[in-house]
T-cell receptor, first 116, second 116 residues
Framework: AQKITQTQPGMFVQEKEAVTLDCTYD???????LFWYKQPSSGEMIFLIY??????QNATEGRYSLNFQKARKSANLVISASQLGDSAMYFC?????????????FGTGTSLTVIP | GAVVSQHPSWVICKSGTSVKIECRSL??????MFWYRQFPKQSLMLMAT?????????EQGVEKDKFLINHASLTLSTLTVTSAHPEDSSFYIC????????????FGPGTRLTVT
C-alpha cells in the first residue's frame, strides 16, 4: 500500500483565492510526522509546514495551514490568498517513527497553477 | 535558515564514465544526509541514508556498488555514480539533518545528471 497518496495530479486556482491540496497517509506507527514541500521549476525542495502525530492543533505557517484529520489519516495543505509565485509542484511527505527516524516517504505530488 | 549546497548543479557525462556529486551543509553540521533520485514529473525516491564516518544504508533495489556514497565529514557527503549509463540520467537531490532530535531535513538544490 502507498504510504502517501496525493490524488490530485494537477490543480488550478485563481489568484487571491484559497486552494486545498489533498494528502492521505498510511501508517500503523503511533509516532509520525507529516510534511509539505514546494518544488518550483528550479528543482529545489522548499519546506512549508510540519505536523507531528501528537500535535493537538493544526499547524500554520503564514499563508499555509495543514488540515490534520488523524482519524481519516489525512493531512491536507491549505494555501490562502494564492499568489502567482505559488505555482509549483507540492509534495506531501511522512516520516515514520520517532523524530530521529530515517524513513521518509513522499507522495507523487500535485502540480499547482495559479491563474492571474 | 540552514543551507545545503550541491555541486555541480548539472553535469553531462559519457556513458561508462563516473561522476561525483557533492552535498554540503554550509552553516550547520549534519549528522545524517540523505540522497534522493527524482525522475521527470515523478516523486522523490530515497536512495540511501548516510551518517558521518559510517557506511551508508541503501534502500532496497539501489545498487551500492554503482552509487557510492561517502559521508567523510559532518558537512560533506558525496555520491559517485560509477560507470554511468543513460538510464542513470536523473535529478539527484541530497538533504541533511542537523541532529536526531530534529524532524526537519534541509534539501539541496539538486543536480541534474545527463548521461549520453
Amino acid at each position: 500500500a502507498q504510504k502517501i497518496t496525493q490524488t490530485q495530479p494537477g490543480m488550478f486556482v485563481q489568484e487571491k483565492e484559497a486552494v486545498t491540496l489533498d494528502c492521505t497517509y498510511d501508517t500503523s506507527d503511533p509516532s509520525y510526522g507529516l510534511f509539505w514541500y514546494k518544488q518550483p521549476s528550479s528543482g529545489e525542495m522548499i519546506f512549508l509546514i510540519y505536523q507531528g502525530s501528537y500535535d493537538q492543533q493544526n499547524a500554520t505557517e503564514g499563508r499555509y495551514s495543514l488540515n490534520f484529520q488523524k482519524a481519516r489519516k489525512s493531512a491536507n495543505l491549505v494555501i490562502s490568498a494564492s499568489q502567482l509565485g505559488d505555482s509549483a509542484m507540492y509534495f506531501c511527505a511522512m516520516r515514520e517513527g520517532s523524530v530521529g527516524g530515517n524513513q521518509f516517504y513522499f507522495g507523487t505530488g500535485t502540480s499547482l497553477t495559479v491563474i492571474p | 535558515g540552514a543551507v545545503v549546497s550541491q555541486h555541480p548543479s548539472w553535469v553531462i557525462c559519457k556513458s561508462g564514465t563516473s561522476v561525483k556529486i557533492e552535498c554540503r551543509s554550509l552553516d550547520f553540521q549534519a549528522t545524517t544526509m540523505f540522497w534522493y533520485r527524482q525522475f521527470p514529473k515523478q516523486s522523490l525516491m530515497l536512495m540511501a541514508t548516510s551518517n558521518e564516518g559510517s557506511k551508508a544504508t541503501y534502500e532496497q533495489g539501489v545498487e551500492k556498488d554503482k552509487f557510492l556514497i561517502n559521508h567523510a565529514s559532518l558537512t560533506l557527503s558525496t555520491l559517485t555514480v560509477t560507470s554511468a549509463h543513460p538510464e542513470d540520467s536523473s535529478f539527484y537531490i541530497c538533504s541533511a539533518r542537523e541532529s536526531d532530535i530534529t524532524y526537519e531535513q534541509y534539501f539541496g538544490p539538486g543536480t541534474r545528471l545527463t548521461v549520453t
